[in-house]
């Protein structure tokens, strides 16, 4: 069948749903299309089941970092039990992300967009037309292309995983690499964290990743940097890893080494629209061509890909289609990972303040004999604090705890 909307949004993550709203608020006739479960990434496969199993970590670790004092014993992890709570927060979303988009009038099609023109799609048997359209695919994790990859799980795997392995290996050093090592160590599997290079966890200060990497290691997870993983093997007693430094055996391997967008069947050349290897390439007011804009995940901005950053995409994305034409200007966004310890950080980094050392200072503060981490005995908690010269505003700070 034939539709005409005024605005169709490809994917149901946070960024579509939010578009999605905002743009019927507004009274537009819109569309949604997804052809995964309703719902998307992060609440599905991605940060909400991720923070129900690290939830279940940070007890295991407060519960161990206090035994001797006030606790008798660590909490142990009940994998199964684990899951099945987690569960009850991811199975509900589909069904109820799909009646309220119902309840709401947006029109709703299940399958894979493929772009006809600038302004048509088809999904399936059906035609919709629109006079403008957001694409909010995402994107997915990524498999290195080595000999026997087809034997890698994937994040999606990790976070509905029945058993837990009792010998894991990550390869990858990003930050779900650390928050899956992190859970994964709790839980009691022995853990190997494997990077190509000696900078894991790039994007954050070299200080407190050297200090998470100890803090890790100190609790018994396995570092193999420098490591360039060439074949994977299975054979009857496991996994086999093969690297010119490395020879490993584990039960599962896990491809944590960054995402890639979700373009391939959307077609995109048919409406014009350029992409590279990182998505979907926008200008400096997230349109891909006229009246088609991409956000999140699936396009190459200076926004991070975090959920915050997709949302306040998506919210620039319906003010620019609802006549507020600009150019998107990101704030600072604090970032996360969710290991233990945890890492963050916002704004100006310490290197780019040191470059600056007319303008700014680097103050750092070893926090752990604060009556906040004092109590709960943590032994590490760090922070740098980036101050403005002569205002003494603070510009950027990383806590590490």
């Not at 390869?171 to 964290?193: P, R, T």
Request: hydrophobic letters at 40%.
């Amino acid at each position: 069948m034939d539709y005409r909307f005024d605005a169709i949004v490809i994917g149901s993550g946070v960024s579509g749903t939010s578009a999605a709203y905002a743009l019927n608020e507004a009274g537009k006739k819109v569309a949604i299309i997804e052809e995964r479960e309703w719902g998307g990434t992060c609440v599905l496969r991605g940060c909400d089941p991720k923070k129900v199993l690290a939830g279940a970590m940070e007890a295991h670790n407060f519960s161990e970092r206090l035994r001797g004092k006030g606790i008798k014993q660590v909490a142990e992890i009940d994998w199964k039990d684990l899951q099945d709570f987690k569960r009850s927060f991811v199975e509900p979303v589909p069904e109820s992300r799909l009646e309220g988009f119902q309840e709401a009038k947006i029109e709703t099609f299940k399958g894979s967009a493929a772009f006809l023109d600038a302004h048509t799609v088809q999904v399936d048997a059906d035609t919709l037309a629109a006079e403008d359209i957001i694409i909010a695919t995402g994107a997915r994790p990524s498999i290195p292309d080595i000999e026997g990859n087809e034997i890698f799980l994937t994040s999606d795997d990790f976070l509905d995983l029945e058993t837990l392995p009792k010998r894991i290996a990550f390869v990858g050093g990003g930050y779900i690499a650390f928050e899956f090592a992190a859970i994964a160590h709790a839980a009691g599997s022995e853990v190997h964290l494997i990077h190509h290079n000696s900078r894991p966890l790039k994007g954050f200060d070299e200080d407190h990743v050297a200090m998470l990497v100890s803090s890790l290691k100190s609790d018994g997870v396995h570092f193999h940097f420098d490591t360039d993983v060439e074949r994977l093997t299975r054979k009857e007693s496991g996994i086999l890893l093969s690297a010119a430094n490395l020879t490993l055996e584990v039960d599962a391997v896990f491809a944590t080494a960054g995402r890639k967008p979700n373009i391939e069947r959307l077609n995109l050349e048919k409406a014009g629209i350029k992409t590279n290897r990182h998505g979907i390439i926008v200008n400096q007011s997230l349109e891909a061509i006229p009246h088609v804009l991409a956000v999140g995940d699936v396009a190459i901005t200076p926004g991070l890909p975090l959920t915050p950053v997709d949302s306040f995409e998506a919210d620039f994305a319906v003010s620019y289609i609802l006549g507020k034409k600009q150019e998107i200007h990101y704030p600072a966004i604090p970032s996360v990972v969710f290991s233990s310890p945890k890492l963050a950080e916002i704004g100006l980094t310490a290197r780019e303040a040191m470059q600056e050392k007319d303008g700014y200072h680097v103050n750092e503060i070893d926090m752990k004999n604060w009556y906040t981490y004092r109590r709960t005995n943590e032994y590490l908690s760090h922070a740098k604090i980036i101050t403005e010269k002569g205002t003494e505003k603070n510009c950027w700070r990383v806590f590490y705890q």
